[in-house]
């Protein structure tokens, strides 16, 4: 494998445009994709096609000639690619060899073709055959003495049939412990917004893109997390929307984007300008300015008020829809606006500045990312970000709304039909009576939870429905240790990843098709749905050969899984997967909103499920919206740790590069922060650098400032000079994953705090890491050691 030339060379184009398109080449060219397989794009995202494997964008039309952005090209590149790992390849290959690559090169190996059983003594894994890996998986299931001693984690990748039938299988067997990505991203949103407005889900659609005046984006990075984001910005832009753009990072994407489906913004060299204003909160600043917004639009009424004009609060919304504003309205006036600008790290000016934006707009949209919900106080920032949404009842009503911007792209739809550790007992019932059963009524463990649990030996089997598991998460030597003790662990998957490698005594490879492929069962092609963001439902088929004749779907996965654990007494599993239809009719007796679930999946573009929010029904105790309060907090552990070591104290955020999609690593680049062929980088402000004692170009470690007693290190980082608030640094994930301390989580949500970790820098003690050939992590570069 050639290995880049790493370099740092600032980016000066628009996002997307011609590097775009270039990219899509090359990566067609770099995953082998021919034939046939290349010319799948043309199907994806469209009506009789696929739906992307990446982000949870929703579609415009979803039947459009070009519904593919560079990142998905990269998705789709990277599973209809013509690379293959065969058992040959693992009869080459030990693990602890294996555990030497980075995750770029593993990612490279392609896709797997059999099944796979870890063979301790050769320390490589061999082939099995598939009953005698499901054999495996139901001994060790039937052999624990509590059901709750198993874990079962869930990707967003996941279908909502797949995910459905998971949670029956895992309900069935006895227990609630559903880790899944959500609990390491948007948890914060999914458990917040209940609080407030009754659901956790956005409360717009496309539509509403059309007819809103202002768009609020925080903590977001479209044009490299959900780049077909960036097309409704663009025309927003384009009929005069203001944009505001509320990130430490100027993110490219957000300042100018030319969009491939529009000649004139190709040939343009400046593209088109997305947003107008940029307000740059320092790290975990958000809440803090969220809260000077309010608190500045609550004084812009009293002023209208006094002086007899037009009210700024929309007081009619108020006094119908919503409870608690008294409260929240009061504790707005007792705060203080020194402690507002100096946590939020904004000038006052602009705080005010925005405040005016928003108090003009008269259709105003709030988007939010990771940037939001992976803080302590991120739950309180959603609660607050919509306790000011409604002052101006910008809830339920065209050209307005919530839009949380979800990353997979079913991972919204897998919590909708039950993917969840804390279930409701309406939802419970409604389970238990159509398949006859009693489910688990105790709560389970979500990610970190399950992490404890393994380390404390309290469970034994892990099964992972697709993901990287162990690279996701925090605190990643302690992750590692959590996964190697455990009797068995499991991960259905298309290609390898670290996971793989960091195993239990016993350990399971079980290949699956990808959405790209047909999926053929009994002779008739099968087709999957999914949830976006935007809470569309619609059906995706898959158009490729798959990729080996010895692959199962993720369905007959699961539901030979369960025949084997459980037997066919109650539930017919593999007549389920045989025709996901079957599936869908249970969802639709499980759960509102499916009604004539597969009928409504032929309409092109499927159908919305519904909100409640959206159509002003507030799904809460009191049953109106409901006004929170929360206190700026003042004694967190990044207070502690700023008042202890001063200055030298930076808050670190973990972020994607461009050649990035959550864990999976397509390549060493991260074209619009100019870095090349290298990950390993650290971007600070000049000033900080110089304050430190560094110069841009040093090498450094990282060091994690908690106090419980462990030390949380990684070595070797390029400290790259870069336009980011003094205090503040920003770093790829899984790199720094490791300093993410495990009891360092979201209150109320339990999400780690990947996007506010104190750190301390000092002089790199280790030569270089050559960029591409190094592992991403390994015991010289990551550790935890307990002082």
């Given at each position: 494998?050639?290995?880049?030339?790493?370099?740092?060379?600032?980016?000066?184009?628009?996002?997307a445009?011609?590097?775009?398109?270039?990219?899509?080449a090359?990566?067609l060219?770099?995953?082998?994709?021919?034939?046939?397989?290349?010319?799948?794009l043309?199907?994806?995202?469209?009506?009789?096609?696929?739906?992307c494997?990446?982000c949870a964008?929703?579609?415009?039309?979803?039947?459009?000639?070009?519904?593919?952005?560079?990142?998905?090209v990269?998705?789709?590149?990277?599973e209809?690619t013509?690379?293959?790992?065969?058992?040959?390849?693992?009869?080459?290959?030990?693990v602890?060899?294996?555990?030497?690559?980075?995750?770029?090169?593993?990612?490279q190996?392609?896709r797997?073709?059999?099944?796979?059983?870890?063979?301790a003594?050769?320390?490589r894994?061999?082939?099995i055959?598939?009953?005698?890996?499901?054999?495996l998986?139901?001994?060790?299931?039937?052999a624990?003495?509590?059901?709750n001693r198993?874990?079962?984690?869930t990707?967003?990748?996941?279908?909502?049939e797949a995910a459905?039938?998971?949670?029956?299988?895992?309900?069935?067997?006895?227990?609630?412990n559903?880790p899944?990505?959500?609990?390491?991203?948007?948890?914060?949103?999914?458990?917040?917004l209940?609080?407030?407005?009754g659901?956790?889900?956005?409360?717009?659609?496309?539509?509403d893109?059309?007819?809103?005046?202002?768009?609020?984006?925080f903590?977001q990075?479209?044009?490299?997390n959900?780049?077909?984001?960036l097309?409704?910005?663009?025309?927003?832009?384009?009929?005069?929307?203001?944009?505001?753009?509320i990130?430490?990072?100027?993110?490219?994407g957000?300042?100018?984007?030319?969009s491939?489906?529009?000649?004139?913004?190709m040939?343009s060299?400046?593209?088109?300008?997305?947003?107008?204003?940029?307000?740059?909160?320092?790290?975990?600043g958000?809440f803090?300015?969220?809260?000077?917004?309010?608190?500045?639009?609550?004084?812009l009424?009293?002023?209208?008020?006094?002086?007899?004009?037009?009210?700024?609060?929309?007081?009619?919304?108020?006094?119908?829809?919503t409870?608690?504003f008294?409260?929240?309205?009061?504790?707005?006036?007792a705060e203080?606006?020194?402690?507002?600008?100096?946590?939020?790290g904004?000038?006052?000016?602009e705080v005010l500045?925005?405040?005016?934006i928003?108090?003009?707009?008269?259709a105003v949209i709030?988007?939010?990312?990771?940037g939001i919900?992976?803080?302590?106080?991120?739950?309180?920032t959603?609660?607050?970000?919509?306790?000011?949404?409604m002052?101006?009842?910008?809830?339920?009503?065209?050209?307005?709304?919530?839009?949380?911007?979800?990353g997979?792209?079913?991972?919204?739809?897998?919590?909708?039909?039950?993917?969840?550790?804390?279930?409701?007992q309406?939802f419970?019932?409604r389970?238990?009576k159509?398949?006859?059963?009693?489910?688990?009524?105790?709560h389970?463990?979500?990610?970190?939870?399950?992490?404890?649990?393994?380390?404390?030996?309290?469970?034994k089997?892990?099964i992972?429905?697709g993901?990287?598991?162990?690279?996701?998460?925090?605190?990643?030597?302690?992750?590692?240790?959590?996964?190697?003790?455990?009797?068995?662990?499991?991960?259905?998957t298309?290609?390898?990843?670290?996971?793989?490698?960091?195993h239990g005594?016993?350990?399971?490879?079980?290949p699956?098709?990808?959405?790209?492929e047909?999926?053929?069962q009994?002779?008739?092609p099968?087709?999957?749905?999914?949830e976006?963001s935007?809470?569309?439902?619609?059906?995706?088929y898959?158009?490729?050969?798959?990729?080996?004749q010895n692959?199962?779907?993720?369905?007959?996965i699961?539901?030979?899984?369960?025949?084997?654990?459980?037997?066919?007494?109650?539930v017919?599993w593999?007549?389920?997967?045989?025709?996901?239809?079957?599936i869908?009719?249970?969802?639709?007796?499980v759960?509102?909103?499916?009604?004539?679930?597969?009928e409504?999946?032929?309409?092109p573009?499927?159908f919305?499920?519904?909100?409640?929010?959206?159509?002003?029904?507030?799904?809460t105790e009191?049953?109106?919206?409901?006004?929170?309060?929360?206190?700026?907090?003042l004694?967190?552990?990044?207070?502690?740790?700023?008042?202890?070591?001063?200055?030298?104290?930076?808050t670190l955020?973990t972020?994607?590069?461009?050649?990035?999609y959550?864990?999976?690593?397509?390549?060493?680049?991260?074209?619009?922060?100019g870095?090349?062929?290298?990950?390993?980088?650290?971007?600070?402000?000049?000033?900080?650098?110089?304050?430190?004692?560094?110069e841009?170009?040093?090498?450094?470690?990282?060091?994690s400032?908690?106090d419980?007693?462990v030390?949380?290190?990684?070595e070797?980082?390029?400290?790259?000079?870069?336009?980011?608030?003094r205090?503040?640094?920003?770093?790829?994930?899984?790199?720094?994953?490791?300093?993410?301390p495990?009891?360092s989580?979201?209150?109320?949500?339990?999400?780690?705090?990947s996007?506010?970790?104190?750190?301390?820098?000092?002089?790199?003690?280790?030569?270089?890491?050559?960029?591409?050939?190094?592992?991403?992590?390994?015991?010289t570069k990551?550790?935890?050691?307990?002082?």
């Amino acid at each position: 494998m050639k290995k880049p030339q790493p370099r740092i060379e600032p980016y000066h184009h628009p996002a997307a445009g011609w590097g775009a398109l270039k990219q899509v080449a090359i990566n067609l060219i770099k995953e082998k994709v021919t034939g046939g397989n290349y010319r799948t794009l043309l199907k994806q995202n469209q009506p009789n096609g696929f739906d992307c494997p990446g982000c949870a964008w929703p579609d415009r039309e979803h039947a459009s000639t070009f519904e593919f952005c560079e990142n998905g090209v990269k998705a789709v590149a990277a599973e209809a690619t013509s690379k293959r790992v065969t058992p040959q390849f693992f009869a080459e290959h030990t693990v602890t060899e294996l555990m030497t690559q980075s995750d770029y090169e593993l990612e490279q190996h392609g896709r797997l073709t059999d099944p796979l059983v870890y063979d301790a003594q050769a320390d490589r894994y061999v082939p099995i055959a598939w009953d005698d890996a499901f054999r495996l998986v139901a001994r060790h299931l039937n052999a624990l003495d509590d059901a709750n001693r198993a874990a079962f984690y869930t990707s967003g990748r996941a279908s909502n049939e797949a995910a459905f039938l998971y949670q029956l299988f895992v309900r069935m067997y006895g227990t609630n412990n559903f880790p899944d990505c959500s609990n390491m991203c948007h948890e914060a949103t999914s458990r917040g917004l209940p609080g407030t407005v009754g659901i956790g889900k956005g409360t717009v659609t496309l539509d509403d893109f059309e007819h809103a005046d202002t768009l609020l984006i925080f903590g977001q990075n479209p044009a490299t997390n959900h780049p077909r984001m960036l097309g409704e910005l663009r025309d927003c832009a384009k009929r005069g929307a203001t944009i505001v753009s509320i990130n430490p990072l100027k993110e490219r994407g957000l300042e100018r984007f030319a969009s491939p489906q529009h000649t004139l913004d190709m040939l343009s060299p400046s593209g088109v300008q997305i947003s107008s204003v940029f307000i740059r909160p320092r790290v975990g600043g958000d809440f803090a300015l969220i809260k000077g917004v309010a608190k500045r639009t609550l004084e812009l009424d009293d002023a209208a008020r006094e002086a007899g004009a037009e009210r700024v609060l929309d007081v009619d919304f108020l006094a119908e829809h919503t409870v608690g504003f008294e409260s929240f309205a009061a504790d707005l006036r007792a705060e203080s606006w020194d402690t507002i600008v100096a946590e939020a790290g904004v000038p006052l000016e602009e705080v005010l500045k925005l405040a005016d934006i928003y108090t003009k707009g008269k259709a105003v949209i709030a988007t939010w990312g990771m940037g939001i919900t992976q803080h302590k106080n991120s739950l309180a920032t959603v609660q607050l970000l919509s306790n000011l949404m409604m002052m101006r009842g910008n809830i339920g009503r065209p050209g307005a709304g919530l839009c949380p911007v979800r990353g997979h792209s079913n991972v919204q739809g897998d919590r909708t039909v039950g993917i969840e550790e804390k279930p409701t007992q309406a939802f419970l019932d409604r389970l238990g009576k159509a398949y006859d059963f009693e489910p688990p009524r105790e709560h389970g463990y979500d990610v970190v939870e399950t992490i404890h649990a393994m380390l404390e030996g309290r469970v034994k089997v892990f099964i992972g429905l697709g993901g990287n598991f162990s690279i996701a998460t925090p605190d990643t030597p302690r992750t590692w240790e959590a996964m190697r003790s455990c009797a068995l662990t499991v991960h259905v998957t298309t290609k390898l990843n670290r996971s793989h490698l960091v195993h239990g005594k016993d350990a399971l490879i079980l290949p699956t098709l990808g959405r790209t492929e047909i999926d053929m069962q009994n002779g008739v092609p099968q087709g999957v749905s999914v949830e976006d963001s935007m809470s569309m439902v619609h059906i995706s088929y898959g158009m490729n050969r798959p990729a080996s004749q010895n692959l199962l779907s993720e369905i007959a996965i699961v539901a030979r899984m369960a025949h084997a654990t459980l037997g066919s007494e109650k539930v017919d599993w593999l007549g389920l997967a045989a025709d996901y239809s079957k599936i869908r009719d249970g969802i639709e007796k499980v759960l509102d909103g499916f009604e004539n679930y597969n009928e409504r999946l032929k309409q092109p573009g499927g159908f919305h499920l519904g909100v409640a929010s959206r159509d002003r029904v507030w799904m809460t105790e009191s049953g109106k919206a409901q006004f929170v309060v929360h206190a700026i907090a003042l004694d967190t552990p990044i207070h502690r740790a700023r008042a202890a070591h001063g200055q030298q104290l930076m808050t670190l955020m973990t972020t994607r590069s461009h050649d990035q999609y959550n864990t999976t690593i397509y390549g060493l680049d991260d074209r619009y922060r100019g870095v090349y062929g290298q990950r390993r980088v650290l971007f600070a402000n000049r000033e900080d650098i110089a304050m430190l004692g560094y110069e841009p170009g040093q090498r450094v470690d990282i060091t994690s400032v908690w106090d419980d007693g462990v030390e949380r290190h990684v070595e070797d980082f390029l400290l790259v000079e870069y336009d980011i608030p003094r205090g503040c640094l920003g770093a790829y994930y899984p790199e720094t994953n490791p300093l993410v301390p495990l009891s360092s989580v979201a209150d109320g949500a339990g999400t780690p705090t990947s996007k506010s970790i104190p750190v301390l820098l000092s002089p790199a003690l280790s030569p270089a890491l050559s960029p591409a050939s190094s592992p991403a992590l390994s015991p010289t570069k990551a550790e935890t050691r307990v002082a």
